[in-house]
Nanobody
């Protein structure tokens, strides 16, 4: 049994910053790719950023230069540093992780960017 738990969401003004965390727990030997996705109001879930176990990163064009994904393999945790937030970044943010042959998802954390 594997669980992913996100934290760090909240309400922030445009131009502000937030840092999301996602910790994996359970029967884990190693984690492959970890990532962040988001689903805005009335929109489909979309990729935000992913990071491999050796640190290679990939970002959606809409967040390049503003968001940074990182991970701590010893803690089975992935982070998303979000700077220069815009109202269009408002969404529920989900983390996921590839463990053995399965993909696991967290429950999501709400990020609202509004003045």
């Amino acid at each position: 049994q594997v669980h992913l738990v996100e934290s760090g969401g909240g309400l922030v003004q445009p131009g502000g910053s937030l840092r999301l965390s996602c910790a994996a727990s359970g029967s884990i030997f190693s984690i492959g790719v970890m990532g962040w996705y988001r689903q805005g109001p009335g929109k489909q879930r979309e990729l935000v950023a992913v990071i491999t176990s050796d640190g290679r990163r990939n970002y959606a064009d809409s967040v390049k230069g503003r968001f940074t994904i990182s991970r701590d393999n010893a803690k089975n945790t992935v982070y998303l540093q979000m700077n220069s937030l815009k109202p269009e970044d408002t969404a529920v943010y989900y983390c996921n992780a590839a463990i053995f042959d399965n993909i696991y998802w967290g429950q999501g954390t709400q990020v609202t960017v509004s003045s």
